[in-house]
């Protein structure tokens, strides 16, 4: 059977997230922030102890994995299979047996909401994705409170419901839009303060490969959860004070992934002024202008009025915004944008890159953050005897069977896997990937070309 082929010349419209895909963070200096940043509104505002520090960070920084579901009930945190298998298990901090597992969640090791996380791809009652980079260093603060609350109480609670809720409050003030313009928290603070600490130039390969789109006929369009005022300071540093001529189309406060979802299809697109929201619904898009909210199909509409035919494929890092909500509800292709690809150095054995882009680029203490020696891969599981053994192998012969949750949604719902747009910035436009496909998606390879 002839391998399916993923070409960029067969879309109309190239489509972005911004942060972690289009701009790039310094990783070790974003999560101390965000980890410093929660600890301090704790201290202050919960009224933890001095068991929380913001020098506990390095200490712990190991325990952290993307895809990681939080049990807010039981106060574990949980890797999972692509059928609801538990792979591995902690409770606060502390790794738990395989014993402790099947007395928890039962001999087959199977969780019990999986079937509406397998639905939904999103938070439930119940349990907490921590999927992305803004949530991973949350992960450590939890696990370090659910071990002092255990330590206090001489015992394991019957909920920990309320550690998440503790959380997830220094999370919003610090990240809610409204904190960048009033300098609340920590966080965008100390952003604007220093952009360079946090933030990387975006490449020129890919401001150039961005212009080649535009030249040969695409439409680009830029679409982020991120406020107007945000993704203008940000853009602006990495890729230029006339950033917005880059893209044809630029959606903020987009709200995924309810942009892309069927009950939200009514929502319409409002004006953007100085960086703010305002009340001001409008239907049709000017080029080059910040318009939030909408939807993906009122999108669809301005596209169409430009082209008669419209394919679309969407760029992103979050499985549960960017990925499994563009194909699952709209049927626009997506890229996988992720950098645990080059962490754990996944399948670069048949990828052709030009020049530089064949040597790894993440900084060594990026890798160590990214990849979790405590949890394995967050594409397979040596503790599943379908899988390697040794997922950081730098052997050409290793071939890396599937198993996790979030990679299987990975090859099911995008079409491709890069660990950042660099890797494919300076090929041709006309470059053959060998793409996703239900005939193999056993063995995960990205960025794969046989011509």
């Not at 992305?132 to 609670?157: Q, T």
Request: hydrophobic residues 40%; contains cysteine; glycine residues 4%.
């Amino acid at each position: 059977m002839e391998r399916k082929i993923f070409n960029l010349n067969d879309y109309d419209v190239i489509a972005f997230d911004m942060d972690h895909t289009l701009v790039q963070y310094h990783l070790p200096e974003l999560f101390k922030l965000i980890y410093e940043s929660t600890v301090e509104y704790l201290v202050k505002e919960k009224h933890y102890g001095i068991f929380l520090h913001k020098d506990n960070f390095e200490k712990y920084e190991d325990f952290s994995l993307r895809g990681l579901v939080f049990d807010c009930n039981k106060g574990n945190f949980l890797k999972l299979d692509k059928d609801g298998y538990i792979l591995r298990c902690s409770h606060g901090l502390k790794n738990m047996s395989g014993d402790y597992i099947s007395e928890m969640y039962g001999i087959k090791r199977l969780w019990s909401q999986f079937s509406i996380l397998k639905e939904k791809v999103y938070n439930h009652e119940g349990y907490v994705l921590l999927e992305n980079f803004f949530l991973m260093p949350a992960a450590l603060l939890i696990g370090e409170i659910i071990e002092e609350v255990d330590k206090v109480n001489n015992g394991v609670l019957s909920d920990y419901t309320h550690v998440w809720k503790d959380v997830a409050a220094a999370l919003l003030l610090n990240f809610q839009p409204s904190s960048f313009k009033a300098e609340l928290g920590m966080f965008f603070p100390s952003l604007k303060k220093d952009i360079k600490r946090y933030i990387k130039k975006c490449p020129s390969s890919v401001m150039t490969w961005i212009k080649k789109l535009k030249v040969s006929g695409k439409t680009i369009v830029l679409i982020t959860d991120s406020y107007g005022d945000y993704a203008e300071f940000i853009m602006s540093f990495t890729f230029g004070l006339d950033w917005k001529e880059s893209f044809d189309y630029i959606i903020v406060a987009a709200n995924k992934p309810n942009f892309f979802q069927d009950e939200f299809k009514s929502r319409n697109f409002i004006k953007v002024h100085e960086g703010n929201l305002t009340n001001v619904e409008v239907a049709d898009l000017q080029k080059h202008t910040l318009y939030a909210r909408g939807h993906a199909c009122q999108l669809e509409r301005v596209l169409r009025s430009c082209s008669d035919s419209l394919k679309v494929v969407y760029f992103g890092d979050s499985m549960k915004s960017d990925i499994y909500p563009p194909k699952k509800f709209m049927n626009w292709d997506t890229v996988a944008v992720l950098e645990e690809l080059e962490a754990e150095k996944v399948c670069f054995k048949n990828n052709k890159f030009n020049g530089a882009l064949s040597a790894f680029k993440a900084t060594s203490k990026e890798k160590q953050l990214i990849a979790s020696t405590q949890w394995g891969s967050f594409f397979t599981d040596e503790y599943d005897n379908t899988s390697i053994n040794n997922y950081n192998n730098n052997s050409n012969d290793v071939n890396y069977v599937i198993n996790t949750f979030w990679a299987d949604i990975v090859c099911r719902y995008s079409r491709l896997a890069i660990p950042l747009l660099d890797y494919i910035a300076e090929n041709d436009l006309n470059f053959n990937y060998a793409s996703f496909d239900v005939e193999y998606n056993s063995n995960f390879i990205m960025a794969v070309s046989y011509w």
